[in-house]
């Protein structure tokens, strides 16, 4: 969308606020209800049902583009224990799960500093020193499809990567030695534009729309977070990602906004205990945000997908303690040194878990994985794959 058209005055706040105040009021006490239950409970049933939250947040984000992410694979994928070749969904959502995994680890202020989301999305100013020792930005740093004059590859030559020219006289015709010097020097400047070790050398072989104006975009969908500061927390974290979605300051980042919504939700003290999972409450509602529709009518339905994101959490963190419990009966009586506790463990941490996994995880072998689920009898978790071979098991 135009960077231009998202129109966010004095007037359509105070709008948004008399249409929206029901939505926001009903998803700010869902959000601050699923915040302090993650609080009060045992730390192993919080830290649990937030790294599932995460793992079902990549999943959603998925299926909102489009895509399909099964479960099984993506969690195979971030245990580096992959079946079969992960597709594209799959890595993206694996990166997803570990942006959600960093950004729950920092402050949201650091997270929503200005300077710190230029440098994510990769059009902050990179100073890159030239061959005479001066700085050079980013916007004069070349780009791979600039022309590549002579004058420059004969400043950048070598000996050694040259042709010894009075060899060529003695054993064949010179016009070969000038054309082998230039297939030197082309590869000496693949080579250094082809830098995969710096983020620099990346962000060169990255294609980008000369024309897209990211720079623009992140500075007006800052003036709305910052418009917003006056509002109440979930309205301000809705219209945060309404406008990143109008926006789209990231070329290739969009699943990004949810993330910082959330984090706008955890600033203003509606996530202080976990980083909601804002796509995943909307991929379960009905409502599907479309820039053609009202400012207030997509605002209320994201509105509506974090109240349907908290009860999910809520119940989410219900199917876990119920199910820790019976297996934990199942750990009464053990040896000392029974990793079967282990596993009721992995079970909560994890919404799905194979024998392979649980091996890897408690270092044991897949016998004795395999001894310890026949030992949970009734309270082992749900099979999910309904085959005899490749089974996995999860608390859904």
């Known amino acids: 969308m135009s960077s231009t058209g998202y129109d966010i005055s004095r007037a359509v706040r105070q709008e948004l606020v008399s249409d929206c105040a029901a939505a926001a009021e009903t998803a700010a006490i869902a959000l601050a209800r699923c915040d302090e239950r993650l609080a009060r409970v045992e730390p192993v049933l919080a830290e649990g049902a937030c790294q599932r939250g995460h793992a079902f947040e990549a999943q959603a984000l998925i299926g909102l583009s489009g895509g399909l992410?099964?479960?099984?694979?993506?969690?195979?994928?971030?245990a580096r224990m992959d079946v079969r070749s992960p597709t594209r969904e799959i890595t993206r959502a694996a990166a997803m799960l570990d942006e959600r995994r960093r950004l729950a680890r920092r402050e949201p202020a650091e997270i929503l500093n200005p300077a710190a989301l230029r440098q994510r999305l990769g059009i902050a100013e990179v100073p890159e020193p030239d061959r005479t020792g001066r700085v050079r930005t980013a916007d004069q740093i070349a780009t791979p499809w600039?022309?590549?004059d002579l004058e420059d590859d004969d400043d950048g030559q070598v000996d050694e990567d040259g042709l010894d020219r009075e060899e060529e006289d003695d054993h064949g015709d010179p016009a070969f030695a000038d054309i082998d010097a230039l297939l030197a020097r082309t590869r000496k400047r693949l080579d250094a534009w082809n830098d995969l070790s710096s983020d620099a050398g990346r962000m060169n072989l990255t294609l980008r729309d000369p024309a897209y104006d990211a720079a623009g975009r992140l500075a007006r969908w800052l003036t709305v977070l910052e418009e917003g500061r006056g509002l109440p927390a979930a309205l301000a974290a809705a219209l945060a990602l309404d406008a990143w979605l109008w926006l789209e300051p990231a070329e290739r980042a969009g699943e990004l906004g949810f993330a910082l919504a959330a984090t706008v939700l955890r600033q203003r003290?509606?996530?202080?205990?976990?980083?909601?999972?804002?796509?995943?409450?909307?991929?379960?509602?009905?409502?599907?945000?479309?820039?053609h529709q009202a400012l207030s009518a997509r605002v209320a339905g994201l509105l509506d997908a974090l109240t349907e994101a908290s009860a999910f959490g809520q119940a989410d963190l219900d199917r876990l303690s119920l199910a820790r419990t019976a297996m934990l009966r199942k750990c009464e009586n053990r040896r000392g040194n029974s990793k079967l506790t282990e596993l009721v463990g992995l079970f909560v941490a994890s919404p799905l878990v194979t024998v392979q996994?649980?091996?890897?995880?408690?270092?044991?072998?897949?016998q004795a994985v395999e001894a310890m689920l026949k030992q949970l009898g009734g309270s082992l978790p749900r099979e999910l794959t309904g085959r005899r071979r490749y089974r996995a098991w999860g608390i859904l």
């Open 269 to 291: 003290g509606l996530g202080s205990a976990h980083l909601p999972v804002v796509g995943l409450g909307l991929r379960r509602g009905k409502f599907r945000w479309s820039p």
């Open 69 to 78: 992410c099964p479960l099984e694979d993506l969690c195979l994928h971030d």
């Open 357 to 366: 996994l649980a091996a890897a995880r408690l270092q044991v072998s897949p």
């Open 146 to 148: 600039d022309r590549i």
